[in-house]
């Protein structure tokens, strides 16, 4: 038995006296594919953000790697810079996540904080460009770009300097039928074999297409976890969460 890449046990988060996440127990294995699932406001881009070390839980434990995820441990340099290296999040707006002046810049940012040589930089920026069909962009500026454009650049950030986990908030939200298609394909096609990947989605294609494991979340909280296709069968369960096939 391999640890956990994820261990959640009865964890709460509170913005200010907005209660996001209570008594949230959840255990991520490695190489799992997984969607959150559950209506607005029940808590998935909270438990994204705390599962890529961007906040912290307010009581209960949280571990990752094996290791607590907690901002004392963050506080130590090296923890944050190894724990950030193997936890990629793409944000569901992208405009928060592209910030520099062009997409071969923006794609190049993660290696040349990990001091990547030049030519192994290079190298892995015209294979990220290929793959994710953004060479003729790769002068353009991130905001010159379209919604689906965007997110193939944020994908692409993310995934160069290969991170265990890849955390993805909505992914296909907001994107015109064609951009969208597109990017299910992308998704579907290069994820990495053997990386954990997390994806909060309303989307169904990317249920059936990128999943295996449904996690089913209401009020901060998992109310339903198992294979993606007896979730999407279990109506009384869908119901409960106030789910329906439509929302999904
Ligand atoms: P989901 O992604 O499932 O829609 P969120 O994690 O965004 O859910 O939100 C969970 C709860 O926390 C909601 O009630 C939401 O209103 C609240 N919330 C989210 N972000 C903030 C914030 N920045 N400040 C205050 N409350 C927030
Ligand atoms: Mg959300």
């Not at 559950?38 to 890529?52: A, D, E, I, Q, V």
């Not at 999040?89 to 997409?103: A, C, H, Y």
């Not at 944020?154 to 990017?183: F, G, M, N, Y």
């Amino acid at each position: 038995m391999t640890e956990p890449v994820f261990a959640l046990n009865d964890v709460d988060y509170t913005y200010r006296d907005h209660p996001a996440l209570a008594g949230l127990s959840l255990t991520v294995n490695s190489g799992e594919r997984i969607v959150l699932i559950g209506p607005n406001g029940s808590g998935k881009s909270t438990l994204l953000r705390l599962l890529s070390g961007l906040t912290f839980a307010a009581s209960g434990a949280a571990q990752a790697f094996g290791a607590p995820l907690t901002e004392a441990r963050f506080e130590e340099e090296e923890a944050h810079y190894g724990f950030r290296r193997r936890v990629g999040l793409v944000f569901q707006n992208p405009d928060i996540q592209l910030f520099n002046p062009t997409v071969f810049d923006e794609i190049a940012f993660g290696p040349l904080q990990l001091g990547w040589d030049k030519p192994r930089i290079r190298a892995a920026i015209e294979e990220q460009l290929e793959r994710f069909e953004l060479t003729h962009l790769k002068d353009r500026a991130p905001h010159r770009l379209s919604g689906g454009e965007k997110k193939r650049v944020a994908l692409a950030s993310v995934l160069i300097t290969e991170p265990d986990v890849l955390l993805l908030d909505e992914p296909t939200a907001a994107l015109d039928p064609q951009s969208r298609d597109k990017l299910v394909h992308f998704l579907a096609g290069h994820l990495g074999d053997g990386r954990t990947v997390i994806t909060a989605t309303h989307d169904l294609d990317i249920l059936t297409a990128i999943s295996t494991r449904a996690v089913v979340m209401a009020g901060g909280h998992v109310v339903g976890d198992g294979p993606v296709h007896d979730i999407l069968h279990d109506t009384d369960l869908l119901r409960r969460a106030r789910l329906t096939h439509s929302h999904v």
